[in-house]
């Protein structure tokens, strides 16, 4: 055996590992989908309909490297440097999540399957970026097919398609467009109630957005995330929570959803709760102006901006 049946043998290695990882981390990524979406939105200057997009096309871009550098195809045309790219852009943009909100936590890199910290995600990058210079060395055997360009863009529409097909952006949907209710919402209910602690915020006067939960409900959960997110880069939203269910679960529900930058206060009593919810399914988000709801959202169809215009107009 040779010197250079060895490189081969180490480089072959190395490429198969590398297409592994970047496989394994598209795959782990698309259960949480939709929260790798809204991290990306939390980090970035991106809107819901752009970073919902973006995750899956990073995914689909994961998807494609891992078969190019298992199948050793155009690998130092295409594989080396879009992957040299994109995890140098990945490194920056985890960098500056640890300049800002530090490295707890967990990155989503791998999803829920291998929890990771940012600055542990950075050193997995410098890591694969190390292994990719070195098949970039001693890479010198690829597969080559007469219809090469071909299998490429086969290959290349088939990731992408992937997690689209698999996890479908919500702004594909097509939604009605929301009725205006108009009608009166007992808010009384929340400060004459002896069994419940009053809300510190006056709700029956100006606007608020008011959202009922359930403290065990996923979607609930869900709902209070996007709406913590929007918050955060618009503290002047007029967000409440009205939460339902055991006050052993609220310390749970806030850790998981990290909405302590809302005002909330906890309500029971089935008759009441459902008198205020109008008996509908929860999560409800709720349009309010003085004591009177003009119309009800879900968090996948709630807009920062439409909310900040209907403040501002008089």
């Known amino acids: 055996m040779t010197k250079q049946f060895f490189l081969r043998l180490l480089i072959s290695t190395l490429c198969i590992i590398v297409g592994a990882t970047f496989i394994f981390s598209a795959i782990s990524k698309i259960p949480t989908l939709e929260q790798f979406g809204w991290t990306i939105v939390e980090t970035t200057f991106l809107h819901w309909t752009a970073a919902e997009w973006s995750a899956r096309i990073l995914i689909g871009l994961e998807l494609f490297l891992g078969v190019l550098f298992i199948a050793h195809f155009r690998i130092r045309k295409l594989a080396i440097p879009i992957s040299l790219f994109l995890l140098s852009v990945f490194s920056i943009y985890l960098l500056l999540v640890i300049r800002r909100y ?8 791998f999803g829920d399957v291998i929890k990771m910290t940012p600055l542990e995600s950075v050193i997995k990058n410098i890591v694969l970026i190390v292994l990719i210079f070195i098949i970039q060395w001693g890479s010198s055997y690829e597969w080559n097919h007469k219809f090469g360009n071909w299998l490429i863009v086969c290959f290349l529409l088939l990731c992408l398609a992937t997690p689209i097909y698999l996890s479908p952006p919500e702004s594909i949907y097509i939604s009605e467009k929301e009725k205006e209710i108009n009608q009166p919402i007992p808010l009384n209910l929340l400060y004459t109630s002896s069994n419940n602690v009053k809300p510190a915020t006056e709700l029956r006067k100006g606007k608020h957005i008011i959202a009922f939960m359930s403290l065990t409900c996923g979607f609930c959960r869900k709902a209070a995330k996007r709406m913590r997110i929007m ?15 055991d006050k052993e679960n609220l310390q749970d529900f806030l850790l998981d959803t990290k ?12 008759v009441q ?24 959202s879900n968090y996948m ?14």
């Open 102 to 109: 530090g490295s707890d936590g967990n990155c989503g890199c």
């Open 231 to 245: 918050k955060e880069k618009h503290p002047e939203l007029p967000f409440y929570i009205i939460l339902n269910g």
């Open 259 to 270: 909405a302590t930058n809302i005002d909330h206060s906890l309500f029971n009593g089935v």
């Open 273 to 296: 709760f459902t008198l205020l919810n109008r008996g509908t399914a929860l999560p409800t988000i709720k349009w309010v102006q003085d004591t009177t709801l003009l119309k009800e």
């Open 301 to 314: 169809t709630l807009d920062e901006n439409e909310i900040l215009k209907w403040i501002k107009k008089q």
